[in-house]
Each structure stands twice: as C-alpha cells, then as structure tokens.
C-alpha cells in the first residue's frame, strides 16, 4: 500500500513537476507566444476581412448583374418598342404615300374635268349663240314669208286688173276704175322728186295720178297697202300723187289744174313744215287718213295715170 501510494505519489508530483516545467518553460518565452497569438489574430482578422470582401464582391456583383438584367429587359423592350415604332413609321409612310398618289390623281383627275367643264361651257355658249343667230333668222325668215304672203296676196287682187289691163293697157300698167295706173313698186327704180317723177310719167304718155274720187282713192290706197314693205319707214314708202299748192299756199290744185274738193289728209295734215307743197298717199290702215304733204325735193315712189287704149 506504501509503495502505491509512494508510486502514486511520485507520478503525481512528476506531473506536478512536469506542468510547472511547461509553465516555466511557457514563462521563459512570453514575447514569442504573444507573437504568434498576433499573428493567429492577424491571419483570422485578415481571413474574415477576405471573406467579407468576398461577401461585398459578390453582393455587388450580384446587383450589378440584377440591374444589367433589368437594365437588359428594358432595353429589350425599348428596342420592341421601337422596333413596333419603326415599323407603324414605316406603315403610316406607306399610307402617306398611297394617300399622296391618291391625292395626285384627284388633282389630275380635277383638272381635267375642269378643262372639260371649260370645253363644255365653250360650247355651250357657242351653241346660245347659234340658237340667238338662228331665232334671229328665223325672224327675218318670217318677216320675208309674211311679205311674200302680202305679196302673193296684193298679186291675187291684181290678177284679174293685170288681165283686164292686158286689153287697155300697157304691160306693167293696172286697170282700175276705168284707167291705167303704174305704180312704182319695183325696187330697181330709185325714189324721185315729185319734178323728176311727173317726168317719168309724161314720158310714158301719163301723168301723175289724179284722185279725184272716193272710188279711185280707195282702189289705191288697197294696193299700195298691199305692197307695204313693214321694214322700211313709213317716211319713205309714200307715193307722189299730181297734188301740189305752189302757186297759193292752201289752195291745192291737180296738176290739169282742178281745184281739190275732197282729201284724205292725215291727222293734223297739210301742215305746211319746211314748205311742203306736194302730196303724197302712204300706206295706213285707215285709207282716209294717207295723204301727207311734203317737200316737193322729198325723193319717193310715184303713181301715174293715162287714160286706156281700145279694147279693139
């Protein structure tokens, strides 16, 4: 029991002595244990340090790569939109330019019906203006028919004297009331004084027309009525008669020089104006109303009498 407790003893204090040995031991070198517990402080710090450099890197480099994703889709979508944009740019340009041609050939299109419009109002007007010079011919048309039916109608009365003339009296002559007249209705003979009408007569063997009677006047009046050319003055479609008042003013004689018992003056008529002291019968509706005076220098038609041939 001794020598156990003697061992145990002795393997304690050996350990005893063993500890405080390290202990001295540890004591003896302080400056080098606190070194090195540096430097494992140092390297721990720097490792932890590295680490959370680490950490950072990464953190940053996972932002940085979550922005440029983002940043990515945004310009993946920028560029649809853009793209989208680019292509309804693309599709209005092509509608501009259908509606531009469209536009152009509605102004073609106009100006062209605008020269035709023009074209059409030309003619048009060219037509109005026709129509105007053939209503106006029609109207001269009409004026001629209407004096060739007066005509054809004076030329029906004459007949039957122009045949009973044929017997007494010379061609061109008209026999009325028992006497051949010549009326001067051809245009190929000019108007005359009332002188150089009364020449005319006495060189065919008459002279100016003597109306003397109710009878006789109406007879001639009818005719030159006939006769009566509408478009020509009612001035200048008189006829000298053997009437004048040249040797008394108011005191009208025939030329064999018989006094006037009975005239067929217009309204207000002889008047004497410009010393008018021929006669002169006119074609008028009422025949009591034909005689005019006149100047005897005044250039008219003229009506000779002369007395018939034998019938024989």
């Known amino acids: 029991m001794e020598e156990r407790e003697n061992s145990g003893g002795t393997f304690d204090g050996a350990y005893n002595k063993l500890t405080?040995?390290?202990?001295?031991?540890?004591?003896?070198?302080?400056?080098?244990?606190?070194?090195?517990?540096?430097?494992?402080?140092?390297?721990?710090?720097?490792?932890?340090?590295?680490?959370?450099?680490?950490?950072?890197?990464?953190?940053?480099?996972?932002?940085?790569?979550?922005?440029?994703?983002?940043?990515?889709?945004?310009?993946?979508?920028?560029?649809?939109?853009?793209?989208?944009?680019?292509?309804?740019?693309?599709?209005?340009?092509?509608?501009?330019?259908?509606?531009?041609?469209?536009?152009?050939?509605?102004?073609?299109?106009?100006?062209?019906?605008?020269?035709?419009?023009?074209?059409?109002?030309?003619?048009?007007?060219?037509?109005?203006?026709?129509?105007?010079?053939?209503?106006?011919?029609?109207?001269?048309?009409?004026?001629?028919?209407?004096?060739?039916?007066?005509?054809?109608?004076?030329?029906?009365?004459?007949?039957?004297m122009i045949k009973e003339g044929c017997r007494h009296c010379l061609p061109g002559w008209t026999f009325m009331n028992s006497v051949c007249y010549y009326f001067a209705f051809s245009d190929a003979l000019s108007r005359r004084s009332w002188q150089e009408a009364r020449q005319f007569c006495t060189k065919q063997g008459a002279d100016l027309a003597v109306i003397d009677t109710?009878?006789?006047?109406?007879?001639?009046?009818?005719?030159?009525?006939?006769?009566?050319?509408?478009?020509?003055?009612?001035?200048?479609?008189g006829f000298w008669i053997g009437l004048r008042d040249v040797e008394q003013e108011g005191t009208w004689k025939w030329q064999d020089g018989t006094r006037l018992t009975e005239g067929y003056w217009n309204d207000g008529e002889p008047n004497n104006q410009g010393n008018e002291d021929c006669a002169a019968a006119y074609p008028r509706s009422n025949p009591f109303k034909s005689w005019n005076d006149a100047p005897c220098s005044y250039e008219l038609k003229w009506i000779c009498e002369k007395a018939p041939r034998s019938a024989s």
Request: charged share 30%.
């Open 20 to 160: 405080s040995q390290e202990d001295l031991n540890a004591d003896d070198h302080p400056l080098y244990s606190n070194q090195e517990k540096r430097q494992v402080s140092m390297s721990m710090v720097r490792t932890a340090s590295r680490l959370n450099r680490h950490k950072m890197l990464a953190v940053s480099l996972a932002v940085l790569a979550v922005v440029l994703l983002a940043v990515d889709i945004g310009l993946g979508v920028y560029y649809s939109r853009l793209t989208d944009g680019h292509r309804i740019l693309m599709d209005i340009s092509n509608e501009v330019a259908k509606l531009q041609v469209t536009y152009n050939t509605a102004i073609q299109r106009r100006d062209e019906v605008k020269k035709q419009l023009a074209k059409e109002i030309s003619e048009q007007r060219l037509i109005k203006w026709e129509l105007e010079h053939q209503k106006k011919r029609s109207k001269d048309y009409e004026k001629q028919i209407d004096k060739i039916h007066m005509e054809i109608a004076a030329l029906k009365s004459h007949v039957p």
């Open 214 to 237: 109710t009878e006789k006047h109406l007879a001639i009046s009818d005719l030159i009525n006939n006769y009566q050319d509408p478009s020509r003055p009612i001035a200048h479609s």
